[in-house]
């Protein structure tokens, strides 16, 4: 557990990006935890969404490389909600006070979820450019566990912790994956009983994407996108750090959201 905790970019992450904590809705107990790092000159940054075991330092990887690569980066660990409506009034209300009118977001597992219908509940007034989406799903259904969502915050951590580690990865494991893991695992220890009944709650209460809502948001599954922007008012990167021959190659690369294997 301790190989990703003692790292040497972990270590320097703790120590140069600072964690904030902001409160948008009436009850002062809901506070947003996250990480801001890149340019602030960005106003269309990319966000990342945790699955049920995360926080918002697990994308500590993914905050470090791409913001060396001039990119913002904001990294979310979301407050306590039971609804998923109550969610995205509160994900609204973070981005007014962050004033970013559009933004992408990456989000694993649940995190993915609850972007697709951050998505669709902002149709009419889009605030979600594209979407990457890692290890997600469109329909809670797929869980069977839509009889007993309602039931989360009745019991004790360790059961709901127990439900979550059942998810995980077992046997022999590539060394790298086994790090992960165990640092995911000291992560979900992290969380207190409220958090972690909310977040299966989300995850499992009776719900779907409606497609025809997302159908104008450009989506990639695992692939992260973002180069498609770039030179466009939605690039998530300081323009300066986009190179000529880059720009050349978007130019003449397929209509955004078209191709599902452009990275970054």
Known sequence: MEEIRVSPDYNWFRSTVPLKRIIVDDDDSKVWSLYDAGPKSVRCPIIFLPPVSGTAEVFFQQI????????????????????????????????????????????????????QKFAECTYKSPRVH?????????????????????SFWLMPAFILKKIVLGNFAKGPLDPKMAHAIDFMVDRLESLNQSELASRLTLNCQNSYVEPHKIKDVAVTIMDIHLRQFHSTRYAAINPAMVSAAELEVRRASVCPGQDGNEDL
């Open 130 to 150: 594209s979407l990457i989406l890692c290890n997600s799903f469109s329909d809670t259904s797929i869980f069977n566990q839509t009889w007993t969502a309602n």
């Open 64 to 115: 470090l490389a791409l913001t060396g690569w001039g990119y913002r980066v904001i990294s979310l660990q979301y407050p306590v909600y039971w609804d998923i409506l109550e969610f995205c009034d509160g994900f609204r209300k973070l981005l007014d006070h962050l004033q970013l009118d559009k933004v992408h977001i990456f989000g694993a597992s649940l995190g993915g979820f609850l972007a």
